[in-house]
């Protein structure tokens, strides 16, 4: 046989192998094989994978005999060979393998070769009848039932992120399968309980419809604006465009995004979380139409296979412009012009599990440079270190300081809760000048946004008598009360308690809850402010039928008064009548345990104060903390983002974090506490011996145990001016000599770059 094989190929598997494996190519398949056809191969004994063709060539291997491909999937090659280059420095820059980057890439378009048997439903979720009032009470009946618990709860985990549109979001069977140890017969025993229900596809909405509406004649300063943006990409590739809110940024890219469309190019805007976005959405399909394809995770596979063959035929009409989430990146752009990477600053771009840990803007950067297309950063309030990249000449900067219209941006006031607190003026969770600047602006017949970063009713329950608070039995973590659901929730692992009657440990009967959440502050607006309509805008509210778009559209209607929301309501919302914006509670993000704290706080505060008065008339925010005299808030307020800048590099020197350092992370993570510290002292010894000082911990994280694994970080810090992937390489040498001792061989290593 063997000596029949012309062709041999080295194949990336859907797997963390650190090298290509190289298989045969029968003869009958040599036409139909080229890098980036996608294939079946077997692998072991009995199992067969997708795998996909990174080099064709004449040398066979000597070590061992290879095997044949099976069969070949796709007609044509799924990616092109700028693909695979974007894939290697994806897989050495955040130190994962080719085939992790594989499996996020094509995850994206499932099993095209396959037909689905005629008949076999692919989606689940939970019946329309289920509230989630049910479902604490669901689970316990569950209970003798583990397998069909298991299931209910993977789904629930699963749609914790989903398009909040859809009541109970369609959720590929498969998926749910693969993580639980559930079969077919568990769904059908769920299905015949009526709590889960069967679905065979989601409607494709892709049309070539057309469109018509023109774009927006540019105020002077947006034309100038433009035309610095098109001088400094002559130059170079990244433009950073730092423009207050409300300048009209979205309406910059839309007339970018038609000049490159003119030209033949195609387009990516990245978003940070798709679901949010509805209204730029509406306003980039208003202008391009089906030119629009909008994709994200969330599709179902054919859906995304429908996108994705769409960009891989760059002539083709349809998604020339693709709006998406961090994954789109994978799509097989050939012929890109422009990459928008729309709020450059926000956290959600960064994809923390599982690997490739990657970070959107910084891959699109990488992208840009790779496919020779534009990047476009564009954002009010930069991240750190894209500020410095472009204050340092790396980027070019283009800056518009002037809303459309010359609205006025917010006037911003402090409001110190404990002064307001010593002197017994708290109403509840309110100083005396945020109620009385929202009983104004009610008055006046206006809304108000108050914004509260925490969801639920209140953090945690307490006993009064003893300070019992309950836990999370897996997580060491306390569970987060959310009354909606009548029961206290684990925000890690997603478990669900019934709501205790009386204290564990003393049998006491009064439990408190304490701090307040999201669901709190609305039922004191019910109790303050009878008259007011009120409506909560966050992960849990969110949940049912199309209640995302509702909130928002009764919200532009002026149906609702106030608008109570986490971080969602901090997101792009361009409302006409809002002029007045509360921030309850400013510490908990100014004291979170993080180098970016004090970053994101300002982010936060300025975003959300940002849907103050856009239209009309300069709008108010009210910043409520108990340390007024905090510098972030000077810099807010006087709106001196230089200064916060300039402040906010210099700790970052001091203290040895990005720009100035670059910072890996390293987590181990095992079931036996004794095994997890040993191999974290090892591990962390050995680094030392090579790294020296830049070696931190190990330490134990925030939260030491998740889901019944204990875990402990080592950090490293590398000077800017250092080899980094030379770093990166000796580290990985170190993880490939732990885990070559019998006693360790189980912990698992995950290293994260850039883990912020
Ligand atoms: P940003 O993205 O900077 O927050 P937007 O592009 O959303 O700003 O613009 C804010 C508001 O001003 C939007 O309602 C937008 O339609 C309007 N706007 C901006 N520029 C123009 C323009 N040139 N002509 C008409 N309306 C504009
Ligand atoms: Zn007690
Ligand atoms: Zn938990």
């Known amino acids: 046989m063997a000596e029949h094989v012309k062709y041999y190929a080295d194949l990336i598997l859907p797997l963390p192998l650190p090298e290509p494996y190289t298989y045969s190519v029968p003869k009958d398949l040599e036409s139909e094989i080229s890098p980036g056809t996608r294939v079946m191969v077997p692998l072991g004994k009995r199992k067969t994978y997708q795998a996909i063709v990174y080099r064709l060539h004449k040398e066979q291997p000597l070590k061992y005999e290879t095997k044949p491909i099976i069969s070949v999937i796709d007609p044509k090659p799924a990616v092109l060979p700028v693909h695979f280059k974007f894939w290697k420095w994806m897989a050495e ?52 039932a583990p397998k069909q618990r298991e299931l209910v709860k993977t789904y629930l985990q699963r749609i914790e992120d989903c398009n909040p549109s859809q009541k109970w979001p369609l959720i590929p069977k498969k998926d749910i399968l693969a993580k639980t140890k559930a079969s077919v017969q568990t769904i059908k025993a769920l299905q015949g309980k009526k709590i889960i229900v ?116 760059p002539n083709g009409q349809l998604c020339r412009i693709i709006l998406g989430a961090r994954s789109s990146l994978f799509l097989p752009f050939e012929n890109l012009g422009l990459i928008i990477v729309d709020e450059e600053h926000e956290t959600t771009y960064k994809q923390f599990n599982p690997a490739p840990r990657y970070h959107a803007r910084d891959a699109a950067i990488m992208l840009a440079n790779l496919q020779d297309c534009k990047a476009l ?33 917010p006037e911003i006031k402090l409001a110190d809760t404990r002064r307001a607190g010593k002197k017994k003026q708290m109403k509840s969770h309110f100083t005396p000048t945020l109620f009385e600047a929202i009983n104004h602006t009610l008055k006046k017949k206006e809304q108000v946004i108050l914004f509260q970063n925490r969801r639920g009713f209140a953090p945690f329950l307490e006993c ?38 009386i204290c564990p440990a003393c049998k006491s009967s009064s439990i408190k809850t304490c701090g307040f959440g999201t669901e709190k502050i609305e039922d004191d607006i019910k109790i303050f402010f009878p008259g007011a309509r ?33 971080q969602m309501v901090s997101k792009g919302l361009d409302f006409e009548k809002v002029n007045l914006v509360g921030i309850l509670n400013a510490d908990n993000m100014l004291h979170f345990p993080d180098f970016r704290a004090c970053e994101r706080c300002f982010q936060l505060i300025y975003q959300v104060g940002g849907r103050a008065g856009r239209k009309n008339k300069r709008g108010n925010v009210i910043i409520q903390t108990g340390n007024p005299d905090h510098p972030v808030f000077r810099h807010i307020i006087e709106n001196r983002f230089n200064d916060f800048f300039v402040r906010q590099l210099n ?95 189980s912990v698992q290593i995950v290293p994260d770059v850039d883990p912020y």
């Open 464 to 501: 009064e008598d003893c300070g019992w608070i309950p836990q999370c039995g897996k997580c060491d973590v306390s569970l987060t009360y959310h009354r909606q659901f009548h029961s206290l929730i684990c925000h890690y692992c997603g478990k669900y308690t019934a709501l205790p009657e």
């Open 534 to 566: 009120v409506e909560r805008m966050d992960l849990d509210s969110t949940r049912k039928k199309n209640s995302f778009e509702n909130i928002i559209n009764k919200f532009e209607a002026g149906s609702i008064d106030i608008l109570v929301g986490t």
């Open 651 to 745: 700790e970052r020197k001091e203290f040895k974090y990005p720009p100035y350092y670059r910072l890996i992370k390293i987590t181990l993570k095992h079931k036996n506490l004794d095994i997890l510290e040993d191999a974290a002292v090892d591990l962390a010894g050995s680094l030392q011996k090579i790294f020296g000082r830049r070696v931190l911990g190990p330490d134990f994280p925030l939260i030491p145990r998740i889901q019944n694994l204990h875990i402990k970080n080592i950090l490293l810090k590398i000077e800017r001016e250092q080899n980094l992937s030379r770093a990166k390489s000796l580290t990985k040498k170190e993880f490939g000599k732990l885990l070559s001792s019998p006693r360790y061989r």
């Open 93 to 144: 820059y955040y130190m994962c393998t080719m085939g992790e980057v594989y499996k996020a890439a094509t995850s994206a378009i499932g099993k095209p070769g396959e037909k689905p048997t005629a008949g076999t439903a692919k989606f689940i979720s939970l019946h329309e009848k289920i509230t989630s009032q049910d479902l604490c009470s669901i689970l316990e009946k569950l209970e003798k």
């Open 198 to 313: 069967e679905k065979q596809e989601i409607p494709l909405n892709l049309n070539e419809e057309q469109t018509g509406e023109p774009v927006k004649k540019l105020t002077s300063f947006q034309y100038n604006a433009i035309k610095e943006i098109d001088k400094q990409f002559e130059a170079r590739n990244v433009v950073l465009l730092h423009g207050v809110t409300s300048s009209g940024k979205t309406e910059i890219y839309i007339h970018l995004i038609k000049h490159f469309i003119k030209e033949g190019k195609q387009v990516l805007y990245l978003l940070p979380e798709i679901a949010l976005t509805a209204q730029i959405i509406k306003r980039l399909k208003n202008v391009f139409g089906g030119k629009v394809g909008v994709y994200h995770s969330r599709l179902s596979n054919r859906e995304r296979k429908e996108i994705w063959n769409n960009v891989l035929n």
């Open 377 to 409: 950063l564009g954002t009010a309030t930069p991240s750190v270190e894209s500020y410095f990249n472009a204050r340092s000449g790396k980027y070019g900067l283009v800056n518009m300081e002037k809303r459309y219209g010359n609205m006025l941006l």
